[in-house]
Structures are given as structure tokens and as C-alpha cells.
């Protein structure tokens, strides 16, 4: 079985500049995470979907970030302007739905110059 | 906002010996999980808790659930250099939620 697919590893851009991350779940998974994880910290979640819905956006910075589940499968993070201190590891997970363990992917190390 | 707070922060060891990783927690829970983290990798699930069960063991490791002092420890015994890595607990207030993470455990394993 295919694990949690993120697309790119790494990424380096300018403050204020735009940037795009991409997961593709594990197949059948309904449920997907996306989380970030700053240096000498644990994950912390920016939004769940459920299918193609919102299940939890509550951490999202809405002003600068924005997230999207099309067909409930693929999702992309973008983040626009970036900031410095959005410096992270972004995270995407898998589970089924209601299911306890979630799948990571090997996530998007970004540095924000 | 964090929910765990892992204990210690860093633990060093040497190979053959045990490792024991505390978490305490804030509030009520559904269940507690461990996951460790390879430097530069993803988040790899070791071991789930329910609210309802005290122990479990898997392989080398065994975690302990106290849900009336809401904290949790996890023992990998005969550590190997492999082992060496950050280990997280996270919580979820309901099966199926979002995971809230601790700050994490780094072990070193030397040989």
C-alpha cells in the first residue's frame, strides 16, 4: 500500500513571495490533515477535511493561508504572503474516516528567506 | 496550543538499555498515541491507548495510560542505535479528531 505522498521535500522562497504544497492521501482515505511543525516542536494542526469538506480550520491563518480538497482525494496548502515565521515543516496526514491512527507524509521543509 | 508536555526533553543511552518517555496531559481524552520522528522524515505511529486501558505492549515497547493523573509513559527496552530519533505522544478528545501534539522527546541511542 502506497503511503502519504507530499510534493516538494523542500522549498525556499523570499518573505512575501507565494508557495504551494500538494498531498495525496493514502487511497481510500477520507480524512486528511494538514499540520505544521516548527523547529523544536511538536506538529500542530492547521486544518482537517472530511471528503472535500471543512471539518476544522479553527489554527488556520486565514489571512495568509488557504487550503482546498477538490474531488476529496489530492490537497494543496498554499500560502500567500509568505512569512518569515512560517518557516516549517508542513505535514499532511491520512486516516480513514474516524479512524484512530493517522498516516504521515515525509512533509515540506520551507524556508522563508 | 500544546497539549502534551513530554519528560525529559532529551534522553542519551546506551545500546541494551531501556528508555522511558513520560507525557502528561490537560484535558480528557478518547485516546493517546506515540509517533516517532527520524530526523528530516515523517511522523511514524508506534502505539495507540484508549481512555479505558491502563497497558499495552507492542514488540520492545509497553505504554502506560493513568487517565486520573491524565499522563502517559512510554518504555522501549533493549534500545538500539536505530531507536534513536524524536518520540511524540498526542492526544485526541475524540476518535476520528485532529491530534494534539507534545513538544517531543529526542533520544540518542549510542553504541
Known amino acids: 500500500e502506497a503511503g502519504v505522498a507530499q510534493s516538494p521535500r523542500y522549498k525556499i522562497i523570499e518573505k512575501r513571495q507565494s508557495v504551494a504544497f500538494w498531498c495525496n492521501p493514502i487511497?481510500?482515505?477520507?480524512?486528511l490533515y494538514w499540520y505544521q511543525q516548527i523547529l523544536g516542536q511538536g506538529p500542530k494542526l492547521l486544518i482537517q477535511?472530511?471528503?472535500?469538506?471543512?471539518?476544522?480550520d479553527s489554527q488556520l491563518p486565514k489571512d495568509r493561508f488557504s487550503a482546498e480538497r477538490l474531488k476529496g482525494v489530492d490537497s494543496t496548502l498554499k500560502i500567500q504572503p509568505a512569512k518569515l515565521e512560517d518557516s516549517a515543516v508542513y505535514l499532511c496526514?491520512?486516516?480513514?474516516?474516524?479512524?484512530?491512527?493517522?498516516?504521515f507524509g515525509p512533509g515540506t521543509r520551507l524556508l522563508v528567506l | 496550543s500544546q497539549q502534551g508536555e513530554e519528560d525529559p526533553q532529551a534522553l542519551s543511552i546506551q545500546e541494551g538499555e531501556n528508555a522511558t518517555m513520560n507525557c502528561s496531559y490537560k484535558t480528557s481524552i478518547n485516546n493517546l498515541q506515540w509517533y516517532r520522528q527520524n530526523s528530516g522524515r515523517g511522523l511514524v505511529h508506534l502505539i495507540l491507548?484508549?481512555?479505558?486501558?491502563r497497558e499495552k505492549h507492542s514488540g520492545r515497547l509497553r505504554v502506560t495510560l493513568d487517565t486520573s493523573k491524565k499522563s502517559s509513559s512510554l518504555l522501549i527496552t533493549a534500545s538500539r542505535a536505530a531507536d534513536t530519533a524524536s518520540y511524540f505522544c498526542?492526544?485526541?478528545?475524540?476518535?476520528?479528531?485532529?491530534?494534539?501534539f507534545g513538544k517531543g522527546t529526542t533520544l540518542s541511542v549510542s553504541s
Open positions: 477535511f472530511q471528503n472535500n469538506g471543512v471539518v476544522d
Open positions: 491507548i484508549r481512555s479505558n486501558e
Open positions: 498526542a492526544t485526541a478528545v475524540q476518535a476520528g479528531t485532529a491530534l494534539i
Open positions: 496526514a491520512s486516516s480513514s474516516a474516524g479512524g484512530e491512527t493517522q498516516y
Open positions: 487511497s481510500g482515505h477520507a480524512t
